[in-house]
Nanobody, 116 residues
């Protein structure tokens, strides 16, 4: 599985960004997709995920502000991020959870910077 992420950038606090992630390759093996983020000096944490059955999950810190969605036909996953805060600043990584080894694929990171 190959993942291509896009959509990061610089935005002021209160602004919005939308991240996109396109999957290709062995997409039939994908169970779920989503986004992790990693701020400098911190661990990589789950932001949001969505299964092929459209079940979604969010980190408490983004609930009510971020929305994850998918286009199953085009194999795309989106993360709409509203009311962004400086603490959302991080590198965001798209991932795909699959039902065979290596179990998880990662896309390249995309930087999101929120200025106060």
């Amino acid at each position: 599985v190959q993942l291509q992420a896009s959509g990061g950038g610089l935005v002021q606090a209160g602004g919005s960004l939308r991240l996109s992630c396109a999957a290709s390759g062995r997409i039939f093996s994908i169970n779920d997709m989503g986004w992790y983020r990693q701020a400098p000096g911190k661990q990589r944490d789950l932001v949001a995920s969505i299964t092929t059955g459209e079940s979604s999950n969010y980190a408490d810190s983004v609930k009510g502000r971020f929305t994850i969605s998918r286009d199953g036909v085009k194999n795309l996953v989106f993360l709409q991020m509203n009311n962004l805060k400086p603490e959302d600043t991080a590198v965001y990584y798209c991932y795909a959870g699959v039902n065979v080894r290596p179990w998880t694929y990662w896309g390249q990171g995309t930087q999101v910077t929120v200025s106060s």
